[in-house]
């Protein structure tokens, strides 16, 4: 008994001698996004964040491009249990409540990320989305808003009386209901099919991603106009994990989950703005017209995209009060009346 007791000492004491401590608390996290992407990098970060604050106390298994369920799945999987954390965005649940839409993306609402960081942060956006994500078991952490979304089009795209007759690539969802308010055609197709569509004239221009993502796709080797900053669309990833394990961890290894995600959100933002402005300059250096749409344009598009959430807010009461919490914040940075 007493070797056995001996062995078990001196095997510890080597143990912790050797710096490895074997982590408190083990996540299982899945995103639909691949390693080598700017927001793959990103997460990676913030996962190297967490251990790093934590002191080796938490430690995250991080699942890459959806390899353990779909994409749409991940939510799901982290309720029930399969994982523990999805880092994928609340814009894959629209299926499950409309009121997703007002965490993932709420079109025509804002002009940058930082305005939407500060519904979050100071507009009590954070607490009204939790009130959604807690009813199917799971606890939002954070957002990261990598920025707005440019349109690309064959035609000059300089206001709102240029989306009149503009047929163009939209996906499903809100987003076709804002632009038919104003008087374009949307018309929903897969992405692969962008490129045929514009080559042949089926569509003037498409939605596809950011400005600098456009020009990885090649969108402008096809067409010449661009709406840049753009203002439409500024899908949201979250950092949600779920309930019960949240409500396991201890208020200080939850806090350096909240700051690692601000840390990681703010920096997705500013490296997405930089990589925009980059190409930017090399667009207007190769023909291509940037158009920047004017305040009043903004202003009217933003209210045109008012009706269409008008429908969402009566789909579901979880809906209707996301969409009054933005409202609200809205009316006080003076954007809406």
Same mark, same amino acid.
């Given at each position: ?8 000492? =001196? ?25 080598? =992407? ?49 880092? =994928? ?249």
């Amino acid at each position: 008994m007493k070797l056995k007791t001996f062995f078990a000492v =001196t095997t510890a004491a080597a143990f912790f001698a050797s710096g490895v401590v074997a982590a408190e608390f083990n996540l299982r996290i899945q995103t639909h996004h691949s390693p080598e =992407t700017v927001s793959g990098q990103a997460i990676q970060k913030y996962v190297d964040d967490v251990e790093a604050m934590s002191g080796g106390r938490v430690e995250i298994e991080l699942f890459w491009s959806s390899s353990v369920v779909a994409s749409v799945e991940t939510f799901d999987a982290a309720a029930t249990g399969v994982l523990d954390g999805d880092f =994928t965005g609340g814009g894959y649940q629209t299926g499950k409540n409309p009121a997703f839409q007002f965490v993932g993306d709420p079109m025509g609402g804002y002009d940058t990320p930082w305005q939407l960081y500060s519904f979050f942060y100071n507009g009590g956006g954070k607490e009204a989305a939790n009130k959604l994500y807690e009813a199917y078991n799971m606890h939002l952490v954070s957002w990261a808003i990598p920025g707005q979304e440019s349109l690309a089009s064959g035609k000059p795209m300089r206001g709102l009386e240029d989306l009149k007759d503009w047929k163009f690539r939209s996906p499903p969802g809100l987003e076709t209901e804002i632009f038919a308010e104003l008087g374009a055609k949307p018309i929903v197709m897969d992405f692969t099919e962008i490129f045929t569509a514009l080559e042949t004239g089926i569509i003037d221009g498409a939605d596809a991603s950011s400005l600098a993502n456009n020009v990885g796709l090649g969108l402008y080797d096809i067409v010449k106009h661009a709406t840049y900053p753009g203002f439409h669309s500024m899908p949201a990833d979250h950092i949600a994990i779920n309930l019960d394990v949240w409500n396991g961890l201890p208020p200080d290894i939850q806090r350096i989950f909240e700051v690692a995600g601000e840390a990681m959100a703010f920096s997705l933002s500013l490296n997405t703005e930089l990589a925009n402005r980059e190409a930017a300059v090399k667009l207007v250096a190769e023909g291509v017209t940037l158009h920047d749409w004017s305040a009043e344009d903004r202003a009217k598009f933003r209210a045109g995209a008012q009706k269409a959430w008008d429908g969402w807010a009566a789909k579901t009461p979880e809906a209707a009060a996301l969409v009054e919490a933005h409202r609200k914040f809205l009316r006080r940075m003076g954007m809406i009346e």
